[in-house]
C-alpha cells in the first residue's frame, strides 16, 4: 500500500506563487510516476503534471508549461509542485497520485489552491 499526503495549498492573489507537497510513505519503488491532478468546480478531474521517480522525467499538461515545475525528493519520498504566476483558472483541488504500472492507482485527499483576481 502507498499513502500521499499533500500539504501546501492556500489562497493567493493573480500572479502568485505556491508550492504543493505531497509526501508518500509504504512500498515506493524506482518504477513508480508520480503525478498532480486538479478539480476545478463543477469540472472534471486534469492531469496537470508526472515526474519519474527513477530519472527525474516530467511532463506537462500545456496551459501549465513554463509556469509550473514538478520535482522529487528521493531521500524524503516527497514530490512538489511549484506553481508560479497563478491565475483564477488554477483554481481547484489539487491531488497528488501515484503509478505503479500505468494507471494512478494511488491518491492523497486533496489540497485546495484558491487564485483571487
Known amino acids: 500500500q502507498v499513502q500521499l499526503v499533500e500539504s501546501g495549498g492556500g489562497s493567493v492573489q493573480t500572479g502568485g506563487s505556491l508550492r504543493l507537497s505531497c509526501a508518500a510513505s509504504g512500498r515506493i519503488f524506482s518504477s513508480f510516476v508520480m503525478g498532480w491532478f486538479r478539480q476545478a468546480p463543477g469540472k472534471e478531474r486534469e492531469f496537470v503534471a508526472h515526474?519519474?521517480?527513477?530519472?527525474?522525467?516530467?511532463y506537462y499538461t500545456n496551459s501549465v508549461k513554463g509556469r509550473f515545475t514538478i520535482s522529487r525528493d528521493n531521500a524524503k519520498n516527497t514530490v512538489y509542485l511549484q506553481m508560479n504566476s497563478l491565475n483564477p483558472e488554477d483554481t481547484a483541488v489539487y491531488y497528488c497520485?501515484?503509478?505503479?504500472?500505468?494507471?494512478?492507482?494511488?491518491w492523497g485527499q486533496g489540497t485546495q489552491v484558491t487564485v483571487s483576481s
Open positions: 515526474v519519474r521517480w527513477s530519472d527525474g522525467g516530467t
Open positions: 497520485a501515484a503509478s505503479a504500472y500505468g494507471n494512478f492507482d494511488y
